[in-house]
């Protein structure tokens, strides 16, 4: 059996009471590790008392015989006696506080809550249920274009009959402003599934048109003038005219055949709501696409002139004047997109550009009437046409926003540039005088400008 080391009870229990005070006056151990005494020894140690617990106990005869009172100033005596703290006291390791786990976008780093607090996560909007759900999808959207002017050519000038102060007034067909035109542009595609790089495949048929510009116009002579034109100084039933009317029709409509390449977004995020649950969401991401394909596109530009004189019937003196122009472009559609995608709404820009060749047409009537010096009836007619290829250009560029209603709905609205060169407008065949035969002038051009809105469906 071991033996005690201290046989006199009374001293062991001031060693008791002095360990205690000893722990007291050092708090800063105490939070860390627990004291051990040792007061049991195998019977084969012959170890005397140490120097310390002969201090503990001599302090305890102290307190004991001094009282409470005396207990402060044996304190700081027990501090300059004990050993260094090492000696007494064993360590004991504490076990670090839980660490909240840090949850981050990725799957290699774990998954990570947005900074905004949220009491109920909403459904699950994952990237492969969320967006584009389906094989096919059609999108429709109203267009609402503005045309620029036609290019400008002088069709009338009124000249004073008599000698007057003032300068003649110039009629040009620049001087014309088109009307905002509604259209149209629906897109049907098929999605073809990923690539070996996991990019989205698509093919897709655009149509874009049904718009028709219409502007009718028209100049009234001064009481002390008349009209010349000059497209023929020398024409019956327009030199002499007191009116003129014009009007201009033009339409557009284009077609494309494409194929589209896009990125897909990164990995879905995880989020748990606050009843436990785990739900996947889309990360916001750029995504980039490429649009390759072939696009022809189909314009009309029509001008018709009348002139007249109010006072006289029409079989007595008047002019008809009509020129009907049209371009068919085709060529190789390349384009690009760039939208930044998030989980319920989306915004970018998507352009394309098409090198083209133009072939361009156009035809001519005129005729008139009008009665000479003896009052015997003149008249003319020219019946003129033309056609060549030349070289072309089709682009459009459309800034837009949309934001996903259902996983197989969204709306999108957006402002639209078309841009169409290399065409024969009307205005640019002008010739009344029929000067040149087979005339034609395919270097027109058209600016296009307004605002878009639709839908999106999949299925």
Same mark, same amino acid.
């Given at each position: 059996m071991p033996t005690c080391l201290i046989d006199n009870p009374l001293l062991r229990r001031w060693a008791a009471r002095a360990a205690v005070i000893c722990c007291?006056?050092?708090?800063?151990?105490?939070? &860390?590790?627990?004291?051990?005494?040792? /007061?049991?020894?195998?019977?084969?140690?012959?170890?005397?008392?140490?120097?310390?617990?002969?201090?503990?106990?001599?302090?305890?005869?102290?307190?004991?015989?001094?009282?409470?009172?005396?207990?402060?100033?044996?304190?700081?005596?027990?501090?300059?006696?004990?050993?260094?703290?090492?000696?007494?006291?064993?360590?004991?390791?504490?076990?670090?506080?839980?660490?909240?786990?840090?949850?981050?976008?990725?799957?290699?780093?774990?998954?990570?809550?947005?900074?905004?607090?949220?009491?109920?996560?909403?459904?699950?909007?994952?990237?492969?249920?969320?967006?584009?759900?389906?094989?096919?999808?059609?999108?429709?959207?109203?267009?609402?274009?503005?045309?620029?002017?036609?290019?400008?050519? @002088?069709?009338?000038?009124?000249?004073?009959?008599?000698?007057?102060?003032?300068?003649?007034?110039? !009629?040009?067909?620049?001087?014309?402003?088109?009307?905002?035109?509604?259209?149209?542009?629906v897109l049907i595609g098929r999605a073809l599934g990923r690539d070996h790089l996991d990019r989205d495949q698509y093919l897709e048929f655009l149509w874009y048109?049904?718009?028709?510009?219409?502007?009718? /116009?028209?100049?009234?002579?001064?009481?002390?003038?008349?009209?010349?034109?000059?497209?023929?100084?020398?024409?019956? +039933?327009?030199?002499?005219?007191?009116?003129?009317?014009?009007?201009?029709?033009?339409?557009?409509?284009?077609? &494309?055949?494409?194929?589209?390449?896009?990125?897909?977004?990164?990995?879905?995020?995880?989020?748990?709501?606050?009843?436990?649950?785990?739900?996947?969401?889309? &990360?916001? +991401?750029?995504?980039?696409?490429?649009?390759?394909?072939?696009? @022809?596109?189909?314009?009309?530009?029509?001008?018709?002139?009348?002139?007249?004189?109010?006072? =006289?019937?029409?079989?007595?003196?008047?002019?008809? !004047?009509?020129?009907?122009?049209?371009?068919?472009?085709?060529?190789?559609? =390349?384009?690009?997109?760039?939208?930044?995608?998030?989980?319920?709404?989306?915004?970018?820009?998507?352009?394309?550009?098409?090198?083209?060749?133009? !072939?361009?047409?156009?035809?001519?009537?005129?005729?008139?009437?009008?009665?000479?010096?003896?009052?015997?009836?003149?008249?003319?007619?020219?019946?003129?046409?033309?056609?060549?290829?030349?070289?072309?250009?089709?682009? /459009?560029?459309?800034?837009?926003?949309?934001?996903?209603?259902?996983?197989?709905?969204?709306?999108?609205?957006?402002?639209?540039?078309?841009?169409?060169?290399?065409?024969?407008?009307?205005?640019?065949?002008?010739?009344?005088?029929?000067?040149?035969?087979? !005339?034609? /002038?395919?270097?027109?051009?058209?600016?296009?400008?307004?605002?878009?809105?639709?839908?999106?469906?999949?299925?």
């Open positions: 007291m006056a050092m708090p800063a151990f105490a939070e &860390e590790a627990f004291l051990v005494i040792p /007061d049991v020894l195998a019977e084969d140690d012959p170890a005397p008392v140490p120097a310390h617990a002969a201090a503990l106990g001599s302090a305890s005869a102290e307190i004991g015989m001094a009282g409470p009172e005396a207990t402060d100033t044996v304190a700081d005596t027990l501090t300059d006696t004990l050993p260094a703290p090492s000696r007494l006291l064993t360590p004991v390791p504490s076990t670090p506080p839980a660490e909240l786990l840090d949850v981050s976008a990725r799957a290699v780093d774990g998954m990570r809550i947005e900074e905004f607090a949220v009491d109920e996560m909403p459904f699950e909007a994952s990237s492969g249920r969320w967006f584009w759900n389906g094989g096919w999808y059609v999108s429709g959207e109203a267009v609402w274009l503005d045309r620029s002017r036609n290019n400008r050519q @002088v069709v009338a000038i009124d000249q004073p009959v008599l000698i007057t102060p003032r300068q003649p007034r110039v !009629y040009t067909t620049s001087a014309q402003p088109f009307d905002v035109a509604p259209g149209a542009r048109g049904g718009f028709q510009w219409e502007d009718d /116009d028209g100049w009234n002579a001064l009481p002390d003038g008349q009209f010349i034109t000059p497209l023929n100084p020398f024409a019956p +039933g327009f030199n002499g005219a007191t009116r003129y009317t014009t009007q201009s029709n033009t339409d557009f409509n284009s077609w &494309e055949f494409n194929y589209r390449l896009r990125r897909r977004l990164g990995r879905d995020k995880l989020v748990m709501s606050p009843n436990g649950d785990w739900t996947k969401h889309a &990360e916001r +991401g750029w995504l980039p696409g490429l649009i390759v394909g072939a696009r @022809v596109a189909h314009i009309n530009d029509i001008f018709a002139l009348q002139s007249s004189i109010p006072q =006289l019937p029409e079989e007595d003196f008047g002019g008809s !004047y009509r020129v009907a122009a049209s371009t068919t472009l085709l060529g190789l559609n =390349l384009g690009a997109e760039l939208i930044s995608q998030n989980e319920f709404y989306y915004w970018g820009l998507r352009g394309r550009a098409a090198p083209c060749v133009s !072939y361009a047409e156009q035809s001519q009537t005129g005729s008139g009437t009008a009665p000479d010096q003896e009052g015997e009836q003149q008249s003319f007619r020219i019946d003129d046409r033309g056609s060549q290829n030349f070289a072309g250009f089709l682009g /459009d560029l459309t800034l837009l926003a949309g934001w996903n209603i259902t996983p197989n709905l969204s709306v999108q609205a957006g402002w639209d540039f078309l841009w169409a060169a290399g065409i024969a407008t009307a205005p640019r065949q002008f010739d009344l005088d029929n000067s040149e035969l087979n !005339y034609i /002038d395919a270097g027109g051009q058209m600016f296009y400008m307004g605002a878009s809105l639709g839908m999106t469906a999949s299925w």
